[in-house]
């Protein structure tokens, strides 16, 4: 193995997130072997984030102070980011999607799914902005922008009738709907669930029997709580309701959602899910990784997977007293402690 590259160190192995010391090798960026070695504490190895669910193109607005509903702030096709995204030139808005995706990368982001508004034009634009970024997008095209985009992204089955027609089209073309339900009440989640949607989006005020549906339809959902929490439509552990989504048997999956009001940063993300929602920080960092299984390879540390992870110097702040490094990694660490990583983009 020439062109073998090997990393030391505590790392979060496989699926069940094992804290091990470990040699990973790499090869062709691949995961070739996983190696048991004597214990180590001068780096940790994790693997990569996938950010579930984004709106990356909204950087362009960025913490612009605005107030209103969350109708008059989100809502297709006039609400007050629909009117500056028209209105901004197309190099500004590919500068801002460049550096956004430069700044998720720079935070452990090895990948996200991003619902692209601004039709084919729209999706051309962020194909643009990847153009030799380091990392995987998988793209949710809307108001035509699908056809050339990785998938369908529907805002609300309450934009109307016309839902279906665009739910069909992208089921003809063989491409995943996903679509944003239950986000300021619960009573689009029962139509947005007709449509057997490949991802649903929020689900922050989702009752117990549409959790309980969700889950025995194996429907994923992607949830964004700092967003909700920004936005006015949650203030306390029980929206979205995620420890009775988890204890329903639901797949949950991190995302941070609108750019404009919230840094897609999953460090970030991780440590205010800890802290509101108390569960595991097995759970959340889980969360935050397997979203990556939904449209691309996995970005779990596992021999045979593509080599998507990071690697920590927790010398360079107190986390080597840590006893816990996943639960450090969830409630305390930042980017600016990330001193390499090692990305796999082109594996689907």
């Known amino acids: 193995m020439s062109d073998a590259v090997s990393f030391r160190g505590r790392a979060l192995v496989g699926r069940e997130l094992e804290e091990r010391c470990v040699e990973i090798t790499v090869e062709a960026g691949t995961v070739r072997a996983i190696e048991e070695v004597a214990a180590q504490n001068d780096c940790w190895i994790l693997p990569c984030f996938f950010n579930a669910h984004t709106h990356i193109a909204d950087t362009i607005a960025m913490d612009m102070p605005v107030a209103g509903s969350l109708a008059e702030l989100v809502a297709p096709p006039d609400g007050l980011k629909h009117r500056l995204l028209r209105a901004a030139p197309q190099d500004d808005l590919v500068r801002a999607m460049q550096s956004t995706v430069a700044s998720m990368v720079q935070a452990g982001t090895a990948g996200f799914a991003d619902f692209r508004e601004g039709g084919v034009e729209g999706v051309h634009a962020l194909r643009q902005a990847l153009e030799g970024a380091p990392c995987r997008a998988i793209i949710f095209g809307r108001e035509g922008g699908e056809t050339v985009a990785d998938g369908l992204g ?69 949830v964004c709580p700092r967003s ?32 404009m009001f919230v840094q897609p940063d999953m460090f970030r993300e991780m440590a205010f899910t800890s802290l509101v929602y108390r569960i595991s920080a097995n759970e959340i960092m889980t969360m935050a990784v397997s979203g ?47 001193i390499r990583t090692i990305l796999n983009p082109a594996t689907k």
Request: contains cysteine; hydrophobic residues 45%; negative net charge.
């Open 154 to 222: 529907i805002s609300s089955v309450r934009e109307g009738v016309h839902v279906e027609a665009a739910v069909e089209r992208a089921r003809a073309l063989g491409l995943p709907v996903a679509i944003h339900a239950g986000e300021k009440d619960p009573h689009d989640i029962d139509a947005a669930l007709a449509l057997e949607p490949d991802l649903i989006i929020h689900c922050t005020h989702a009752d117990d029997r549409q959790l309980r549906r969700i889950a025995e339809m194996g429907i994923p959902i992607a």
């Open 228 to 259: 909700n929490w920004t936005l006015g439509i949650a203030a306390g552990a029980y929206h979205p309701p995620l420890a009775r989504m988890l204890a329903r048997g639901c797949r949950v999956v991190l995302g941070t959602d609108n750019a």
């Open 292 to 338: 990556s299984e939904l449209f691309c390879a996995p970005f779990f540390i596992e021999e045979g997977c593509p080599a998507n992870f990071f690697l920590l110097d927790p010398m360079r702040n107190n986390y080597h007293f840590s006893h816990d490094v996943c639960t450090t990694v969830v409630k305390r660490v930042n980017s600016c402690n990330i």
